[in-house]
Structures are given as structure tokens and as C-alpha cells.
């Protein structure tokens, strides 16, 4: 019984979205954002909120690097180690492959994981557009992400058009279809 207990959950776990760390409290005892505010100060139509990683060369990258500079910006929150992550490059290098260029880009942001492991899962799948890498929890909190790979389209101005499952599967190119 044990056994097919241990099984039943693997095959849960596997079929669902990687779980992520919860945000935690403010430690300097600051008023603490709930998870229901920062979704709607990150949802669709809001302006992107910036966040910045150091890279493993010791240089900072920050989303506003990518977003709000005139293109569509394709943003996968994803990390090495999570399955549906891995699943979904396929879909995420299909719309890149169809669009890339002046209006339309992929940036791929690893969060909980290791930069080491990071780059070599990339190298392994193909990914080939800009990344930002060792991010941890700070972009996952900021816009709410509780489960990877979380998927968010940013405007040409910087605005999110959209976000979540719609962006998944089939759906991220009926998506950019109609939008590009």
C-alpha cells in the first residue's frame, strides 16, 4: 500500500505545474503584500515591475533590459529541475523560431535553481534566445508565480498582455497569432 501511495503522489507531482517557495514575510517588519495583491498589481494590463539577478560573470541583469523597448516580450519562469518546464521549451522555441525579430522575443528567467545546472539544461534543450539566470525567488514573488513554467507577455510598452495557462500548449501560438 505504501508503494502505491509513493507512486500516486510521483505521478500527481508530475502532472502538475513545479510547486515554488511561498513568499515570506518582510524582515525589516514592513507591511507584507499578499499573494492576492501582488497578482493584481501584476496582472494583465498592468506595467511590468522590474527585478534584477546577478549573472554568474558578475553582471546584472534586469527585466527592463528586455521589457518596454518596443518589442513583445515572451518571458518563461522556469528552472532545470522541473519537468512541465522542460515540456514546454518545445512549444516556447516554436513561437521564437516563428517570430523572433523586430516585434517579437523570448527571454527565459531561471528561478530556484542552481546557475550551473541552469545553463546546462539550456544547452540540452535548445534554448538559444536571451536568458536570465540565478533570479531565485525575487521575480516568482514579485508577480505571484507559485508554479513554474509560468509564462507572462509583455507588450511593446512594457505592459503585460497576458499571462498564465492561456500561454501554454497550443495555446501560446493561437495567442501570438492573433497578436503578431
Known amino acids: 500500500m505504501k508503494k502505491y501511495l509513493i507512486l ?3 505521478v500527481v507531482l508530475a502532472l502538475t505545474a513545479c510547486g515554488g517557495k511561498k513568499a515570506s514575510a518582510n524582515k525589516d517588519n514592513g ?26 560573470d558578475g553582471s546584472v541583469a534586469k527585466l527592463s533590459d528586455y521589457v518596454g523597448k518596443g518589442k513583445y516580450i515572451l518571458v518563461d519562469f522556469w528552472a ?23 516585434k517579437f522575443d523570448v527571454l527565459s528567467v531561471a528561478v530556484w535553481d542552481k546557475p550551473e545546472d541552469t545553463a546546462k539544461a539550456a544547452a540540452e534543450h ?12 525575487v521575480p516568482t514573488d ?39
Not at 501582488?38 to 539577478?53: K, P, R
Not at 512541465?84 to 516554436?94: F, L, S, V
Open 8 to 10: 500516486a503522489a510521483t
Open 80 to 102: 532545470s529541475w522541473c519537468g512541465p518546464c522542460k515540456r514546454e521549451i518545445p512549444n516556447i522555441k516554436a513561437a521564437y523560431d516563428k517570430y523572433k525579430g523586430d
Open 142 to 180: 514579485i508577480y505571484g508565480i507559485e508554479g513554474i513554467p509560468h509564462l507572462i507577455l509583455f507588450g511593446p510598452d512594457g505592459t503585460i498582455v497576458k499571462r498564465g495557462d492561456a500561454l501554454r500548449g497550443p495555446g501560446l501560438g493561437e495567442v501570438l497569432s492573433r497578436i503578431l
Open 31 to 56: 507591511p507584507v503584500q499578499t499573494k492576492a495583491s501582488l497578482v493584481a498589481s501584476t496582472d494583465e494590463g498592468a506595467m511590468f515591475t522590474d527585478f534584477e539577478a546577478v549573472q554568474p
Open 126 to 137: 535548445g534554448v538559444v534566445w536571451n536568458q536570465i539566470v540565478n533570479a531565485g525567488q
